[in-house]
């Protein structure tokens, strides 16, 4: 997880100053959880709904935010 590039090298002071982010973000990403599960629920009783299955999608993303945090802050830091 601290190792976010490419070339393989650990970033473990980019990881240590994201955890408190990430943090931050896992509690947003339950909100997505919610509204994804509400979403789905919504899409599978009636399927034409087009907003919803976008909803779903952002709420996808949401979900993917404390990992996004984490890769963004190690690539941020050099050491």
């Known amino acids: 997880m601290c190792c976010g590039g490419q070339d393989g090298d650990c970033r473990p002071l980019g990881f240590l100053l994201g955890l408190p982010f990430a943090f931050l973000a896992c509690l947003i990403s339950l909100v997505g959880i919610i509204v994804w599960i509400v979403g789905l629920l919504l899409?599978?009783?009636?399927?034409?709904?087009?907003?919803?299955?976008v909803i779903v999608e952002l709420a996808l993303e949401l979900i993917k935010a404390p990992i996004h945090v984490i890769e963004w802050f190690t690539a941020q830091i050099p050491c």
């Not at 899409?43 to 299955?53: H, M």
């Open 43 to 53: 899409t599978c009783i009636c399927p034409c709904c087009l907003c919803v299955t």
